[in-house]
């Protein structure tokens, strides 16, 4: 992001009042704010309870979905790997110039590229930490193809997000076990990730689809398994992909896990905005839409703690047109950045009164941009 005093020197003049229209196209591009979004984003959505869709009229293939991103006005998307794949995990390259071309027409810039480990049966009793070690070395591979179909498409990172790697009873696993095969598999991929340019991160979550626990819960945990895997690897190419919502299913406060990442040097690869109540479900509603103190601080965070990258939406708002819902997204999340943005413009005061261990004298410095 861009921030000196000029540009904040603008936020009340130029940017005063709620942002909307052309206006938030404006804003983001004064503060070079990149904003993306996940090609799933644009639908259509199925889940347990509606196994036909939500809005079945929609067309689902990639293309389409890539032009309803770019309708919503946003600039950067997301992709998982399967897209550009066929039945047998093998790269189709057709696949790949098809998007390339789109990217180009649409001017969409493509952002991170997502392993899907989870959504084929194949994968049911894990990816990386399969007990089955031949399953394991062919999720290896879907991984490292992964990182080179992202160097093709032009990604800037790649992130695995172990939505199978986990369990759902005690006793089902040997947690050490798991947990050496998890950081062993993410040693391969971030040695491949470096040497094609590209970052790698891994994104935490509580639970779901597995019902006990993920093999990496929680950021705090991401963070340990990337400190420990770049120990191995040498450097600090291997970071953590954080998503807001999963940091409100934990019950954990999120603007806290970004400064946990910078105290042990461990790189922010990648954002994805939503929303969830604390302690819910993977809610991914529209970004903005609930817990909006918490949102602010965790903007403030990405701010203080040098974020210099995306911000991704990756919500699933079945019962709203996907365009409309990515819109509001984009919109509501650059108010509550704008939020942020003036409340860094006066943080002396706010340091000083945090010196003070008073939160009433925080809150006299905040509560007029809250409100």
């Known amino acids: 992001m861009k921030i000196t005093e000029k540009e904040l020197g603008k936020l009340d003049r130029e940017f005063a009042g709620y942002l909307e229209g052309k206006r938030v196209d404006e804003f983001f591009g004064e503060f070079n704010i990149l904003f993306a979004a996940g090609h799933w984003c644009a639908g259509d959505f199925l889940d347990r309870f509606a196994g036909k869709g939500y809005n079945p009229e929609l067309k689902s293939d990639i293309v389409s979905q890539m032009e309803r991103v770019a309708a919503a006005g946003i600039q950067g998307i997301e992709f998982h790997e399967n897209i550009f794949t066929d039945e047998k995990r093998r790269k189709v390259n057709s696949r790949i110039n098809e998007v390339k071309k789109a990217l180009r027409k649409l001017k969409l810039t493509p952002t991170n590229m997502n392993t899907n480990l989870w959504t084929d049966p194949y994968w049911k009793f894990g990816g990386l930490t399969n007990p089955d070690k031949g399953i394991r070395k062919e999720a290896i591979a879907v991984t490292l193809q992964g990182a080179e179909i992202a160097r093709e498409v032009g990604c800037s990172s790649v992130a ?12 089902e696993v040997n947690y050490g076990t798991l947990l050496e095969r998890f950081l062993d598999g993410c040693c391969e991929i971030n040695k491949k990730a470096k040497n094609l340019g590209l970052r790698f991160g891994v994104e935490a ?14 950021t705090h945990c991401a963070i340990l398994v990337a400190k420990k895997v770049n120990k191995i690897c040498g450097g600090t190419n291997m970071g953590v992909a954080v998503d807001y919502g999963h940091e409100m299913m934990n019950g954990l406060e999120p603007a806290f896990s970004l400064y946990l990442a910078k105290e042990f040097d461990v790189p922010v690869v990648n954002f994805h905005i939503n929303a969830a109540k604390w302690r819910s479900n993977d809610e991914d509603r529209v970004a903005g839409t609930s817990n909006l103190w918490e949102l602010v601080d965790f903007c403030y965070a990405a701010l203080d703690t040098g ?15 996907p365009v409309r819902a990515m819109s509001l997204s984009r919109e509501f999340f650059a108010n509550t950045m704008k939020k942020a943005l003036l409340i860094w413009k006066d943080k002396t005061k706010l340091i000083e009164a945090q010196k003070t ?5 925080t809150l006299e410095v905040v509560k007029k941009v809250m409100f």
Do not use: C
């Not at 695995?160 to 006793?171: A, E, H, R, T, V």
């Not at 990258?309 to 047109?321: A, K, S, V």
């Not at 261990?357 to 004298?361: C, F, I, L, Q, S």
């Open 160 to 171: 695995l997000w172990p939505g199978s790697d986990g369990w759902d009873y005690n006793f």
């Open 205 to 218: 979550k509580m639970k779901e689809p597995r019902e006990g626990h993920m093999i990496v819960p929680t």
């Open 307 to 321: 974020y210099s990258g995306w911000f991704g939406e990756d919500q699933f708002t079945y019962r709203m047109e």
């Open 357 to 361: 261990g008073d939160a009433g004298k």
